[in-house]
């Protein structure tokens, strides 16, 4: 593959949202560090940037999210407490988290929606194209979603935005796309962005979902968005400007995702996600699937 745009170096990841859908277990425990399985959310999020490459991480945080930068810190008092009892498999997945990027935090202090958390990050971006991840979309690592969306980047330019066909009942539950193809059928052109339309006004059913390349001129566009959807700054609305007029910061695709992904966000979809991922697991999924067969046959 030919380079011929920059490469893609820094991840963003919001995490400044108050988790009002799992109170009361969110009232003093970031919704990000919520298990799944027995890892918390956010640990997948990270693990995903840095398999795609990216290994400087901003996390935007709020009030109440100190957790979240205690979880990728060392914990040497329990570091040394497992290495003493000669528990090095627990040892090993403690440490895992804390050398797995090199991490930066800064506070939304104010939540004004997802827009002005990517606005946040704009002192460590600079003028640099960057990821952002959404905490509550887990992509399974065996569909390398945001590898492919760099790749795209590095052909194009411009912004990328991971895509989803959904039922068109469901899209007003998300960003939806106006979409041209490309000669790539899993790549489309982007030339519109409604945040959460009803069915009737969607111009498809290709769903925003929570990865994106972004070139820095979002920053700008951001900066004089005015509040949108529920008096929030919304990302939507910002890329919509980039998508309008591509002499601003390029070209808008879109990378249509077919593969396997796991949404954190609605409390059914989070237990659906453990079950999944605890199916899959090789030291849990055969007792469990045993189990979860026997439940379903017998007891329901």
Known sequence: MTQLHPVIKKAVIPAAGLGTRFLPATKATPKEMLPVVDKPAIQYVVEEAVSAGLDDVLMITGRNKRALEDHFDRNYELESALAAKGDDDRLKKVQESSDLATMHYVRQGDPRGLGHAVLCAEPHVGDEPFAVLLGDDLI????????????VHARTGGSVIALMEVDPASVHLYGCAAVEPTDDADVVRITGLVEKPEPQDAPSNYAVIG??????????????????????????????KLAADETVGGPVHG??????????????????????????????????????????TEEM
């Open 255 to 296: 990378v249509v995702f077919r593969g396997r992904r796991y949404d954190t966000g609605d409390r059914g979809d989070y237990l659906r996600a453990i079950v999944r991922l605890a199916c899959e697991r090789e030291d849990l999924g055969p007792e469990f699937r045993t189990w979860l067969r026997r439940y379903v």
């Open 140 to 151: 399974d690592p065996r569909d390398p979603l945001l590898r492919q969306m760099a790749e």
């Open 211 to 240: 990865r994106y390349v972004l070139n820095p001129a979002i920053f700008d566009i951001l900066r004089e968005t005015e509040p949108g959807r529920g008096g929030e700054i919304q990302l939507t609305d910002g890329l919509q």
